[in-house]
């Protein structure tokens, strides 16, 4: 038995997606006065604490996967009806009805969002009696011992929304004329009477006596430019149309997290809204959806990072794998809409082959040169597991660490073949190398004068430990510390110094490198920030 589960329905501008934030305490769904921002269900997982033990010491609070909908019938009713270059919304009516069904169908509770502040509209009453003949989509079908067949009702409980102080409460307390009870009260916007309703919600959630939610073993972000197909791909790793697929462009809005289990693995895929120039955007819904993708490249372990391969890669491509390489992310090229480039031609009139699309990203995005490139249709379901695959390996790779001796003879021998050129009248020397954190692998090297090291070099350099070590296909960071700086620290802390002047001898500093083990003890002390190390 999965963890309860409580969606929140209602009609567009209701507060549905505010109710979501103010209950999961996070900014997680875009809020915006405009109707119909949300179009895919939001579900996070969420601990309601125990009014009689807030501080949950004795361990009873209870987790919830809350589910926030989009909008009844958000552009029929009062939303902009078409986008920007004419596209019919409207269209997306039913797309966004089935996904409202589906979360209401699993739920063990239904939130009744009403707005007390507009009262009760049309609208509401409409939902309102489709919820309580329970025509949003049934839970699992029960057979009776007679052989019939029997659906279970989900419980409903209106929440009156946008409660903002003690003169809306007699408001509120009007929606009981729907037939659901007293509702629950609140304000997203000035949290009034948000402890109380937490509270309710605790008692209405039934119990569960299963292991908590268990962690996730891989999160990874699908990211891309606009209709690139990172909805269908996340469908069809779900297995189940979790989120809007459309011609449209542009129709997902929030980051969408949706849990799959392959091989016996937990992965939590976040689809991602599609990007565009910033000069193009429309509203500022378009900056929340930049924000939220950016986000999601943060929380994730790995990106999946898609292309059309029906169109050439854009500067919005570019300025996406920029932000990729930024992240220091591992990440995996997935060129999607393979069933249908395979039959094309490219600018000279050649077939199209998996090998000459290669060579074309390889020269349009150079700085994720080592990334792995997957080819898929995820239309067609082609390659798509086998490139969660390789996601997993290159998070694998990510969490590699390698022991100080193995790096130190790494980094010598590297600089025995080819040591960093003079800059400045003076040797750039190595003394020591460390890693010092994984994801991503982040490498310490106590030099004489990080100046003396140039960009070309340092290039060089993470190439050939690509090469050497097992990071091949994954970001490293690669951070420069002057030995002064080392010894200043060491001395503040244990009263050694790490190295005398007199012992320096050639690029690479092998006396200071068999010292491993006092080196892995002073690292051990450092903060696990990599960017503070050896500061002042």
């Known amino acids: 038995m999965p963890i309860p589960r409580v969606a929140i329905v209602g009609r567009p501008n209701v507060g549905k997606s505010s109710l979501l934030n103010l209950i999961a305490q996070e900014r997680i769904a875009i809020v915006d006065p405009t109707p119909g921002v949300t179009r895919d269900r939001i579900s996070t997982i969420v601990e309601l604490p125990d009014p009689k033990d807030p501080t949950n010491e004795r361990g009873t609070a209870k987790q919830i996967e809350l589910t926030d909908t989009g909008g009844f019938g958000v552009y029929v009713a009062d939303g902009a009806r078409y986008n920007e270059i004419g596209a019919d919304l409207a269209t997306l009516t039913n797309d966004i009805e089935q996904q409202i069904a589906q979360a209401v169908s699993t739920a063990d509770v239904i939130l009744f969002a009403v707005d007390c502040q507009a009262g009760i509209t049309g609208q509401d009453q409409a939902i309102a009696q489709m919820l309580r003949e329970q025509k949003l989509g049934r839970r699992d079908t029960k057979q009776s011992k007679d052989g019939s067949s029997n659906s279970e009702l989900t419980p409903v409980h209106v929440i009156a929304t946008k409660c903002d102080d003690s003169g809306w409460e007699p408001h509120a307390y009007e929606l009981a004329a729907f037939g659901f009870g007293q509702p629950l009260i609140c304000s997203s916007k000035s949290k009034y009477l948000r402890r109380d309703m937490l509270d309710k919600l605790f008692d209405i959630v039934p119990e569960y006596h299963g292991e908590p939610e268990p962690e996730v073993d891989m999160k990874v972000a699908i990211v891309g430019k606009r209709n690139a197909g990172k909805s269908t791909l996340v469908n069809t790793l779900a297995g189940e149309p979790r989120v809007i697929v459309s011609e449209i462009a542009g129709t997902t809005r929030d980051a969408v997290d949706v849990k799959i289990e392959i091989d016996g693995k937990s992965i939590l895929a976040i689809d991602t809204a599609g990007l565009r120039r910033k000069k193009s955007f429309q509203d500022k819904i378009e900056y929340y959806a930049l924000d939220r993708a950016k986000r999601a490249i943060t929380r994730a372990d790995v990106v999946l990072y898609l292309l ?27 060129l999607n809409k393979w069933d249908i480039a395979k039959d094309g031609s490219d600018q000279a009139g050649r077939k199209v082959t998996p090998k000459r699309y290669e060579d074309y990203i390889r020269k349009e995005l150079k700085g994720l040169s080592f990334a792995p490139i997957a080819i898929i249709s995820a239309k067609e379901g082609l390659n798509v597991t086998e490139t969660l695959e390789i996601a997993m390996e290159m998070f694998e790779q990510a969490s590699t660490r390698v022991g100080t001796g193995q790096l130190n003879r790494t980094i010598s021998s ?30 310490v090297l106590v030099v004489n004068d990080p100046d003396r090291f140039t960009l070309n070099y340092e290039r060089y350099l993470m190439n050939r430990i690509r090469e050497l070590l097992p990071f091949g296909e994954v ?42 083990i006092d080196r892995d003890a002073f690292l051990a002390d450092l903060p696990d920030d990599a960017s503070a190390y050896f500061d002042d």
């Open 308 to 334: 059309d391969a029906t169109t050439e890669i854009s500067q919005v491509d570019e300025q996406l794998g920029k932000l990729i390489v930024d992240s220091h992310k591992p990440v995996v090229i997935v």
């Open 475 to 516: 970001p490293i960071k690669l951070i420069l510390r002057a030995r002064s700086r080392v010894e200043k620290r060491a001395k503040s802390t244990s009263g050694k110094q790490l190295h005398a002047p007199d012992q320096v001898s050639g690029r690479f500093d092998e006396d200071m490198a068999v010292e491993a």
């Open 414 to 443: 590297i600089i025995e073949a080819r040591g960093p050129s003079n800059k400045l009248g003076a040797e750039a020397r190595v003394y020591f190398a460390s890693q010092v954190k994984t994801n991503p692998p982040t490498l």
